[in-house]
């Protein structure tokens, strides 16, 4: 079946600093998307990536997905405590989406 | 902002008893989910619904799992007989078309299930 893979599982990240989380699907997808989970909360919709070596931002946040479209990655810069979550990648293929297992990101003020 | 509203909260319930689980999707919403996250892992995928019919399902999602839209707002999941590893929190989420456009699926904030 479709596997949606990410790491890191679990960064500390100081405040102010950047970091990258990764996606990595074992087949083709039709698109990639991200979410984003509060501790306690539920997935919330962050963005979808489509076409082959996509770059989408949204003020901090940098998503690219690859040119395979097999793998994907979200950069934050700058990082505030509210970026504090886990952060899913969740590839469409068919008629599925499939979550990855998350990376949880604890921020250190 | 239009929300997913799911119901009850938390429910807790005895080995081997039925439960329903509620949603209200979002009002134009065509597709409908349901996904469960048992605690401190990744949210999986049970089913998924289209014009009145499972368009498709996974492997966790037996004999013992059933979707219903009763009604034109309502979608529910039943688990017929509950087992100790139903236990989860059981999100229901819509999206306005099955490529989900520019807009991602909308989840609720989910029914936290306790089987004792």
């Known amino acids: 079946g479709q596997q949606v893979m990410q790491i890191p599982q679990y960064q500390h990240v100081q405040e102010g600093e950047d970091f990258t989380t990764y996606c990595n699907s074992s087949?083709?997808?039709?698109?990639i998307q991200w979410y984003k989970q509060r501790p306690g909360g539920h997935p919330v919709f962050l963005i979808q990536?489509?076409?082959?070596?996509e770059v989408k931002k949204q003020k901090r946040l940098t998503f690219q997905f690859g040119e395979a479209k097999k793998n994907s990655s979200l950069h934050i810069t700058a990082t505030q405590t509210t970026d504090v979550g886990t952060y899913f990648c969740?590839?469409?293929?068919?008629?599925?989406?499939?979550f990855g297992k998350g990376n949880q990101v604890v921020v250190i003020p | 902002e239009p929300e997913v509203t799911q119901t009850p909260s938390h429910q807790v319930t005895q080995m081997g008893q039925e439960v329903i689980l509620r949603c209200v999707p979002i009002?134009?919403?065509?597709?409908f989910y349901w996904y469960r996250q048992i605690l401190g892992q990744k949210v999986e995928f049970l089913v998924s619904?289209?014009?009145?019919?499972?368009?498709?399902k996974s492997e966790i999602f037996d004999d013992q799992f059933s979707v219903e839209r009763p009604d034109g707002s309502n979608f529910t999941l039943k688990i017929r007989s509950t087992k100790l590893e139903d236990s989860a929190m059981y999100f229901c989420a819509s999206s306005e078309a099955l490529r989900s456009g520019s807009l991602g699926y909308t989840f609720g904030s989910g029914t936290r299930l306790t089987v004792v």
């Open positions: 087949t083709t997808l039709s698109n």
């Open positions: 009002s134009n919403h065509l597709y």
């Open positions: 969740a590839g469409l293929r068919n008629n599925r989406l499939a």
């Open positions: 619904f289209y014009n009145n019919e499972i368009s498709e």
């Open positions: 990536l489509v076409k082959s070596g």
